[in-house]
């Protein structure tokens, strides 16, 4: 497993650079795959994370209310509801992410000019 030592995303072998923020990939120690801590760390660094794993936070958070409101329904209609939502919902976060990436591509590409 190869991971970056930027952004921390996590690759399958044969990707030699991270698609996320472009730094070349390092294999990851196997001590570190399961340490619990390591989940937890983007609370800390939460201004530094990359638009892909923002909008992913985002995607989760954005279930829970899908959720309840679908519960109201409590039929077939619920459940119709819920997954309509979260396609619509998983759409919005996937185009949210072109455009912050083309954003973050933009502002790297400024600050080495």
């Not at 120690?29 to 990359?50: A, H, V």
């Not at 892909?52 to 959720?67: D, E, N, V």
């Not at 409101?69 to 119709?80: A, E, N, Q, T």
Request: a negative charge; charged letters at 25%.
């Amino acid at each position: 497993m190869l991971i970056c030592p930027n952004c921390k995303s996590e690759f399958e072998d044969g990707v030699s650079i991270c698609s996320d923020c472009g730094t070349a990939l390092v294999k990851q120690p196997e001590e570190e795959k399961d340490d619990i801590s390591d989940k937890w760390n983007w609370l800390k660094d939460f201004g530094n994370i990359t638009a892909k794993r923002a909008l992913t936070i985002l995607f989760y958070l954005g279930l829970a209310p899908l959720f309840i409101s679908s519960i109201l329904f409590r039929s077939f209609l619920g459940i119709v509801y819920f997954i309509f939502g979260v396609l619509i919902w998983k759409i919005i976060c996937e185009l949210l992410i072109i455009v912050f990436r083309c954003f973050e591509t933009y502002v790297e590409k400024n600050k080495r000019e």
